[in-house]
């Protein structure tokens, strides 16, 4: 794998420098070295989606971006995500409509849906799920999913509307 | 909507009113919180001091005779803990049902991936590394890689006959019957021969462990599983220990729908065997997915052969059932698999001749297992297809022949049993067609099929089916579940049981029967980790038991804090969760802890015999209605699920929002098994196990499913509850296929139905037509 070397970027807000192998896997870095475990491997080849994260606010599969490739850029989890207050209307939704169950997609599914949002804040059940295409659950069978983000997204888009009018 | 229909209700959670019940409100899931933020801790999230990572050396063959194990010498073996057959303290078994199955090959090799040398070190690279630079020296040994070549036994690879187990069941006398028809014209006999494929349960979350064990200390493992009582009976005589010295504790768990009943035994002695040889230092041994799909067990492939007789007006009067299981190379689950399956052979319907010739078969593939269902979806899917091919010969309909046929109350099942449930299994399948349209739906699609050109053919199918809840006979009474609930000096009451949360609600429905039960808050019960260490053998997560019968205990458990605390006066006959809290406190001050325990005891008329496989298979059945209607794409021979409609009544709803959660769960996986799950196998190894090509459905690939209730109270659970988690993978594959014959007017008898298979059945068909 090479020689360790030291990279550089940014984790949910704060600046970290790890020594590693420059083609490990971002999903493992994040795991080990930067010790934030929310983000799961369910199939380490980009398949199922279970450790989705933004890269500079892109989706990507974190087991499948070298580590180098983040080097300077702005990474989000699903643990950067609990701090963010804008998100905790998706999180209860989430919790509300049992769009969680077994919980290992769901941090993949949190990312996917909050990088559909910002896309688009009303988006479609079709287009709904095809955002969530690359999410796999074994669980739900994607109902309670695609209404808890259907849900979310009107209180969110309805928040959003309530702060520009009193702005 | 139909009437008297309860949809699963898409609304808010609500909080319940102090005291007020809980049961039949969507209360939110008590673990949700830490699955939505991250802080939810599975297996792999957690690291030990010391910690050395594990690897699994494991059979390239089918079968054969080890006959050496080399270590590349310029690979540096130095800090490589090397665990072989030789290294297992007391008995070389993974204790299940039959004591056949090693936890490390030791001479030979009885399918491909079977764990033959397991390697650790710190470095979680190096040792994979390692596992490369070991090379195991195998001659092969003639394999026995089908349910054919199994029966044929002119390879015996297991006992005298490759048979792990043969079950009869006879109700009535079949062969008298067809006699008595012979040369009848009133009736038909109509046979049929049904096959369906093996299924990997794919639980997001990889199987894994962690495991510390040294022989003054014992063995303790974390993991994820769904049996912490199964894992801590297969780790005692492996290791030779006393009970007390072995400890299971379940972490939080991603899935398991079966594949973490048993298969958890064998990673759980691999990483203590290893902790063991490394001095006691942890070992964690985590699969990554191709290792998963490859080497743990899957849903067993069957094959069903039925002869019915029936009259002419559609009155069904025999069934002769062969039902087959490829078991795999040992017997782990599949005896009860097999049972499971031949009970439910028969379908829910009133047939007075009933033979079901079941066995459960060996192979050299690895060890089939528990899957949603246990063997119910195999035979059901078999008798769903039969009964629309016997209607097609009667020219009657599907649902008109069914309705003929229908179980009832007063009526006997296959295994004699009486129905004493309120059921209408008429009305429900009437309420499915109407909520499916299915009526204007026929017309509609009688039109657009027979627009000339069509390209995109449609049509509806239904299944009518039931499924046991509980474990079967008179195996609850053997289990003998035990149940604790404690109550702290706050007045919170905590429930103590070994059955696990792997997502399907557990935590959530227990708080909320022993809330309710003791008029508290539902946010006043906790409900502890499973870890053997803390709680009682409340049986496996397993069977649709967990609601229903581990239900049930946990309301007389509760409701035993309360008894004690009034026989000592502590607390009146009516009271309020404040009473309640200061009666606890009263009893902590002068008593110490308050704990009570509930065990399980059958209820009346709940009696069942092994010998003869007559008697109440079940204490109660979950029953339902599914209808599919599907568009198969004639130019590519994709099939396209449009819209399913699940009715069944599950007893008493405790969460709405939960329970139409496993319905839509497990119709989610039972489409995947009809359409696009196939397991390639190669030699006996799967070709295909990565997720790249073995399919399972994306959120595109479904439409919104609708699940729809029809409460019978069932007087022995739970507030009236029966079971759930497995009903729902019985009715998809059959409504589904029958849907494509309906669309094409092919018969297609195995699934999956992926493309290619269709296409060649419908190319047979043409060619068989001329």
Not at chain 2, 216 to 239: D, E, I, N, R
Not at chain 2, 360 to 371: M, R, S, W
Request: hydrophobic share 45%; with cysteine; net charge negative.
């Amino acid at each position: 794998m090479g020689e360790r070397t030291e990279v550089r970027f940014e984790v949910n807000g704060r600046e970290v420098a790890v020594k590693t192998w420059p083609m490990g896997r971002l999903l493992d870095v994040l795991r080990t070295e930067v010790g934030l475990t929310g983000t799961k491997e369910g199939c380490g080849e980009g398949e199922c989606g279970a450790c989705s994260v933004l890269v500079d606010g892109v989706l990507v599969n974190a087991c499948l971006v070298p580590v180098v490739q983040v080097a300077g850029c702005s990474v989000q989890t699903v643990e950067g995500l609990a701090e963010d207050a804008a998100v905790e209307p998706l999180r209860q939704a989430f919790v509300r409509a049992n769009g969680a169950q077994c919980g290992i997609c769901t941090p993949g599914m949190l990312m996917a849906t909050v990088a559909l949002l910002r896309e688009e804040a009303r988006p479609s059940d079709a287009r709904i799920r095809e955002a969530l295409g690359g999410n796999l659950c074994r669980c739900t069978g994607y109902v309670r999913i695609v209404q808890a983000v259907r849900e979310a997204a009107a209180e969110m888009a309805g928040a959003r509307a309530d702060a520009e009018v009193e702005g | 909507m139909a009437a008297g229909l309860e949809e699963a209700p898409v609304g808010r959670a609500e909080r319940p009113p102090v005291g007020g019940p809980s049961i039949g409100a969507n209360v939110p899931r008590k673990e949700g919180r830490g699955k939505v933020t991250g802080a939810a801790r599975y297996v792999d999230d957690v690291v030990m001091d010391g910690m050395l990572y594990g690897a699994t050396v494991r059979s390239p063959v089918a079968r054969g005779r080890i006959v050496g194990v080399h270590y590349d010498p310029a690979f540096d073996w130095s800090e490589v803990v090397v665990v072989t057959a030789a290294d297992v303290p007391a008995r070389n078994l993974v204790t299940l049902i039959l004591e056949d199955q090693p936890v490390l090959a030791d001479g030979v090799v009885n399918h491909p991936e079977e764990a033959v040398v397991l390697l650790a070190h710190p470095d979680r690279w190096y040792v994979e590394e390692a596992r490369r630079h070991v090379r195991l020296e195998i001659e092969p040994l003639p394999a026995v890689l089908d349910i054919d070549a199994a029966l044929a036994a002119e390879t015996v690879i297991w006992g005298d006959d490759n048979v792990l187990k043969r079950i009869d069941l006879a109700k009535g006398d079949v062969d008298a019957a067809f006699a008595a028809a012979a040369g009848r014209d009133d009736v038909v006999v109509v046979e049929g021969v049904y096959e369906t494929g093996a299924q990997e349960q794919l639980y997001i979350e990889p199987q894994g462990m962690i495991a510390v064990a040294t022989p003054g200390q014992g063995v303790t493992v974390w993991g994820s599983l769904q049996c912490p009582y199964y894992v801590h009976k297969a780790l005692v005589p492996m290791f030779g220990l006393p009970e007390e010295q072995v400890r299971v504790v379940q972490m939080t768990t991603g899935g398991g729908f079966g594949g973490k009943e048993e298969y958890p035994s064998m990673i759980a002695g691999h990483a203590a065997l290893l902790s063991w040889k490394a001095g006691g230092r942890p070992v964690k041994l985590i699969y990554d997915r191709a290792e998963d799909m490859v080497a743990t067990t899957k849903r067993h492939p069957s094959r069903t052969r039925h002869r019915t007789l029936v009259t002419r007006d559609g009155e069904l009067l025999a069934m002769d059932i062969d039902f087959v299981l490829d078991g795999g190379a040992y017997a782990t689950l599949s005896a009860v698999v097999l049972s499971r399956g031949t009970i439910h052979a028969a379908g829910p319907y009133r047939v007075p001749h009933v033979r079901v010739t079941s066995r459960a078969v060996a192979t050299n593939l690895p060890p089939h297992g528990a899957f949603r269902g246990f063997g119910a979806p195999q035979s059901i899917f078999a008798v769903e297809r039969h009964l629309d091919k016997v209607a097609k010969a009667l020219g009657m309909t599907p649902e008109a022949l069914r309705r003929r046929n229908l179980l009832s109350e007063g009526d006997t099942t296959a295994t004699g049993q009486t129905v004493t449930e309120r059921i209408d299994l008429p009305r429900m399948m009437r309420m499915a067609m109407d909520e499916a349209r299915w009526d204007e739906r026929k017309r509609a699609y009688a039109e657009h099929n027979a627009v000339p050109g069509q390209t995109v053919l449609k049509g509806l199918g239904l299944a009518t089916f039931f499924h046991g809840s509980g474990f079967t006979g008179s195996g609850e009474s053997y289990l003998a579940s035990v149940v604790h609930a404690e109550a702290t000096a706050e007045g919170r009451v905590v429930v103590l049981a070994a059955s696990t949360e792997i997502g399907q609600g557990t935590n959530t429905i227990f708080s909320q029967v022993a809330s309710d039960a003791l008029g508290l808050p539902y946010e006043w019960v906790d409900v502890a980790q499973p870890d053997t260490a803390a709680v009682p053998d409340s049986g496996p997560t397993v069977a649709s038991r967990t609601t229903m019968v581990v239900g049930k205990l946990v309301e007389r458990a509760a409701l035993g804090l309360r008894d004690k605390l009034q026989a000592e006066g502590l607390l009146g006959r009516e009271y309020t969760p404040e009473q309640f809290a200061e009666a606890c406190a009263a009893w902590h001050a002068s008593r110490g802890r308050l704990l009570a325990a509930s065990e399980y005891k059958a209820p009346p008329g709940v009696v069942w015999d092994d010998a003869t496989y007559r008697g109440s298979a079940y204490g109660s059945y979950g029953w339902a209605c599914y209808v599919a209607a599907v568009a198969v794409d004639t130019v590519t021979w994709e099939t396209r699920v449009e819209d399913f409609v699940a009715v069944q009544d599950i007893g008493t709803v405790i969460h709405p929002v939960l329970a139409a959660g496993q319905v839509e769960g497990g119709v989610a996986q039972g489409i995947g098994w009809a359409l696009s799950e196939e397991v390639v196998w190669n030699d006996g190894r799967m070709a295909n196990g990565r997720m790249t090509n073995y399919i399972m459905p994306t959120a595109m690939d479904l439409p919104d499913l609708r699940v729809f209730f029809q409460p019978v109270p069932y007087e022995h659970g739970p507030a009236g509850a029966k079971g759930v988690g497995e009903l729902p993978m019985d009715g998809p594959a059959p409504a589904i296929v029958n849907a494509i014959e309906d669309a094409l007017g092919v018969a297609v008898d195995a699934i999956p139905v992926t493309p290619e298979r269709l296409m060649r059945a419908v190319k047979q068909a043409e060619a068989a037509r001329g």
